[in-house]
């Protein structure tokens, strides 16, 4: 196959990163960024796509430095961006509870958490900036979880020993992310914004080089706009709906991240996907999405199988003896905390041996009998009481009194876009921030941090980055609908748009993006291997050639139409699809969310193969089923040298 | 204050509360005509007295009465403009329509109809005397309650009106309440107590008088 | 499970729009509403029909985008999202009525998807704290009584679904401003704006056709989140201690 055969090209550097010790260097990045007088901020128009964590606090810092801001959301409302989800909460190095927490630790912990596949100067920056953004959010209302103090209270998280995680009960995505929207709100306001919601963006445009627009459509009219900047920032979130089912919203997709690398941006590390270790079970063909437990239930439940194969008692009928605590027993040091690529793997691995609980075997119990001993009912309530109703909602089981059922599923995509330290794509003037870049978690992303990430890129290093670009590039030539790319992009859109339209076969789009998420998850999924991976690769191509022979899409271009808007993202899953396995095959090693089966110690832990594999992988687009082109972007460890995680 | 629904539903609280407390000095002065025509009169007389010598002679019931229809004309004003917005707010009506809201709730507007056309008829009865079924004798109250309850249609009027008055304060005292920001959690089910009981005492008090008159304990 | 479904169906905003019939078999009770939709709107697809229109995003009752008044309740029979609606709660052989939230702030745009825009100008009315990036004080700096931030808590859970004015009968808005309004009033970081925001967002909030209150009460009782209905008495109280104060910007 042709695909399979990619090339190896230049080697990709990250060349704004300054050198010299990890902990100035974010420091010295601001001080030589060049930037912008406030008085000709006015002249420069940003378009930021997304509205979530990344995108709505970027583009309200953006609006207060004096930019001129057009922003993007596909849903009716900025406040809905899937950010709103997030669960259990946000890290920062604030070290409030005394116990041995630094920037060092959150950097080192992340780092190691990543499976030592993140740039360093990243991760770093990362951490320092963490304890910014818990100032910033609490000055800005977000009502974080108290003492009788008055004091923040914190929690500890997976993959760490220290308690560093602020939150809002269950809702600390929600509450972040309204934090974000309310600053956005009051710049829309100011008229520093021009919010644009219910519009998708479904092309770039690259003008000489550089990113100077986006091809958007109207989702109520069907109307497809063209919008011109200086710069675009990309901040559409991950690809995790590539498997169909997964945690992410039923709209959230990767055409907006996608369009971007068929223009030239690089795509790294599209293998890394970050399975979720405590989800509810799935009950059935109708499923939709996957709802997840927030793994902050990790601190005070335990997870269980039953030691007999194919035992089906009731749980509270299985006598402790009879209980094999997989996690306590293998990881005894971090136990029910381990990083979730192990808990999920360790799930998958129980269930295998048929020791699976509940329908189909597919799930293991995380049991609260024990808290509510220890704590009482009343503050596991307090404490958890969102998310057990939620449960109790979904399957119609109450968890005070029987052990919920969960399941591992596709929860966060590590991979993006390529970016450098600046967070600036391999297009000039194309930024992507927050789940939309590749760039600081590496192979796995510790809990709580996919906010923290969010949230530094948006509110503090994207606006000092961009400066540096805007300055160097002071007021570009006007761009205008006609000139000749913004035209070629407004005619592929309608003519791919068109295309979904005519076909009129005999499958719905949904159909074959279950069809396409089904294949991921079995052979792209938890663990991987060559055989599966080549198979797939022989497989997405064909069930992409039937889409485009058999697919119905009804109705009309120009109108509400949610089948067409479907079908379009499904188009962009395929080839991204594709990436991802091909992607997944050549990193024979296994390192966080990617393992392969090939690659495993005795134990089964997963085996890196650093002297091989200690770079990004950087994918080049060639084209709909040609082979693409490798860039690797080598990593150096100056700080955390990389050693075999270990948990136990 | 009045461009506001939040300030114009406070100008509704007051101003019911405003009504709400004379209503109940007028109760319990009805009341006295179970002590027979003497004492009835003589706090007839007494209004018109009050504040003497101070007040001339009826000033002060004058001043109650300028205050009352200012209350009244303030209400209704801001019901009335309410309600109109409330109604294009909502045009277009659920198929499938549903009611969960008390009655008394859903019979505000209609039970404030009811109530204004009955203190038109209530004046023209007993104070003017326009409607008054049997010679009006201005000066002698308590014969002309007398007359008014000796007529079916009389007792009818009354007694509804006073229905849908009870009705009306069981949620609208609570709900002033909440429009002047005085409620809260801690405080609804007092709250919610206190307005059941003045509309039961309220109705009670009222509808006593027609009945004092049917079973002619008054006559 | 079979049912028989009654859908509002609507082209567009300048459409008249009607109920059709729908009947749907092979739903299980662990399907939730939304899931159950799917599998007519599949069935829709292929018969060369329009597929039922509704907002829907993150399906676990947080996004606050679905938005379906089932037999005349906002959110259906359970006091939940409608993506958290499970078939569990209806009987094999149910007609179901589907309609959309109905309130002149909140045009139909097709069948069962509005326009909620209308909230988002009220938040931007006054609905934050001026606190640009950078200007934070250290976040320990102003302890918060945990009362108080409680308090704070409980009315930002609101997630801005309509479901309290499609429930008021006079299409009111108030349980969804007061909810903002409390959650940044009673915090210290608030303070500043205190009035200002109160009177702010309650013009706005007039000014884009909402009802007013007549505290039939049930916009809390369909409210998802359980956003009390003391929350409009606290706002009604905000509101006048802005007013008496003369705090007009």
Known sequence: MSYLRYTTGEPVADTKAPSGPVHERWDRRRFEARLVNPANRRKHTVIVVGTGLAGGSAGATLAEQGYKVVQFCFQDSPRRAHSVAAQGGINAAKNYRN?????????????????????????????????????????????????????????????????????????????????????????????????????????????????????????????????????????????????????????????????????????????????????IPRTGDHQSKLTLMSESLRNDGRIWVPKARGDDRPPNEIPEEERDYYLERVYPAFGNLVPRDIASRAAKNVCDEGRGVGPGGQGVYLDFADAIGRMGRRKVEEKYGNLFEMYERITAENPYEVPMRIYPAVH????????????????????????????????????????????????????????????????????????????????????????????????????????????????????????????????????????????????????????????????????????????????????????????????????????????????????????????????????????????? | MWDSTVGKKAVMAVSGLIMLLYLVAHMIGNLKVFFGPQEFNAYGHWIRTVGEPFMHYTWTLWIIRVVLVAAVVAHATAAYQLSRRDIAARPAKYVHARRRASYATRTMRWGGVILGLFVVWHILDLTTGHVHAGGFQEGHPYQNVVDSFSTWYGNVIYIVAMLALGLHIRHGFWAAAQTLGAGGRSRDRALKGVANLLALLLTAGFVAVPVGVMTQVVS | ????????????????????????????????????????????????????????????????????????????????????????????????????????????????????????????????????????PEAHATPVPKPDADHAFEHAECIGCGACVAACPNGAAMLFTSAKVNHLNVLPQGAPERETRVLDMVEAMDAEGFGGCTLAGECATVCPKGIPLSSITDMNREWLRATVKGARR
């Open chain 1, 99 to 279: 116990d041995g927490d630094s920037v060092h630790r959150l950097f080192y912990d992340t780092v190691k958490g990543g499976d030592f596949r993140a740039r360093e100067s990243n991760v770093h920056r990362l951490a320092q900036i963490s304890v910014e953004i818990i100032d910033q959010c609490v000055a800005q209302g977000v009502p974080f979880a108290r003492e009788y103090g008055g004091l923040l209270d914190n929690r500890s998280f997976g993959g760490v020993q220290v308690s560093r995680t602020f939150y809002a009960r269950g809702q600390t995505g929600q509450q972040l992310l309204l934090g974000a929207y309310q600053a956005l709100s009051r710049q829309v306001a100011a008229g520093n914004i021009e919010l644009h919601p219910r519009t998708e963006m479904l092309d770039l445009i690259v003008v000489d080089g550089r990113a100077r627009g986006i091809v958007a459509r109207d989702l109520v009219t069907g109307r497809i706009d063209t919008y011109f900047a200086d710069a675009v920032v990309l901040a559409t979130g991950g690809y995790g709906n590539v498997f169909h089912l997964s945690t992410n919203a039923m709209n959230s997709n990767a055409t907006a991240v996608w369009r971007a690398h068929r223009r030239g941006a690089l795509f790294a590390n599209p293998c890394f996907t970050q399975i979720h270790p405590t989800c």
């Open chain 1, 412 to 648: 966060y995509t590590m991979g993006g876009l390529w970016v450098d330290y600046d967070l600036q794509t391999t297009v000039p003037g194309l930024f992507a921030i927050g789940e939309a870049n590749f760039s600081d978690h590496g192979a796995n992303r510790l809990g709580a941090s996919a906010l923290m990430q969010g949230l530094a890129d948006g509110y503090f290093v994207l606006p000092a980055t961009l400066n540096d670009y805007l300055a160097r590039h002071p007021h570009s030539e006007d761009v205008t609908a006609a000139h000749p790319a913004a035209r070629e992009a407004v005619d592929a859109t309608r003519e791919r748009l068109q295309r979904l339209l005519s076909v009129d076969g005999d499958r719905t789009p949904d159909s074959f993006h279950r069809e396409l998420g089904e294949l991921m998850w079995e052979l792209c999924g938890m663990a991987r291997d060559e055989a599966g991976l080549r198979e797939a690769l022989t497989r997405i191509p064909r069930i992409r050639e039937e889409f485009w022979r058999r697919v119905k899409v009804p109705g009309t271009g120009e109108e509400f139409n949610q089948s067409l808007e479907k079908a379009n993202r499904v188009v962009d899953y395929f080839e991204l699809a594709e990436l991802m396995c091909l992607d997944a095959l050549h990193r024979t090693e296994s390192c966080g969310g990617h393992f392969r089966e090939e690659s495993q110690t005795p134990d089964g832990e997963a085996a890196r193969k650093d002297d091989q594999f200690s770079y990004a992988a950087a994918w080049e687009f060639t084209g709909t089923g040609t082979a693409p082109v490798l860039h690797k972007e080598d990593l150096v460890f100056e700080y955390v040298h990389p050693t075999q995680r270990s948990y136990a």
């Open chain 3, 1 to 136: 499970m079979k049912l028989t479904l009654r859908v509002w169906r609507q082209r567009n905003a300048a459409d008249d729009g009607a109920m059709s019939t729908y009947e749907v078999d092979g739903i299980t009770p662990d399907m939730s509403f939304l899931e159950m939709l799917d599998t007519l709107n599949e069935k829709l697809i292929l018969e060369g029909e329009d597929p039922v229109a509704f907002d829907h995003d993150c399906r676990e009752g947080i996004c606050g985008a679905c938005s379906l008044v089932i037999d005349g309740d906002a959110h259906g029979p359970e006091r939940t999202t409608t993506c958290q609606l499970h078939m569990r709660s209806f009987r094999d052989g149910d007609v179901i009525d589907v309609e959309p939230w109905r309130a002149a702030a909140f045009p139909v745009i097709k069948d069962l998807v509005v326009d909620r825009s209308a909230f988002d100008r009220i938040v931007q009315a006054g609905g934050y704290i001026t606190a640009p990036t950078g200007t934070a």
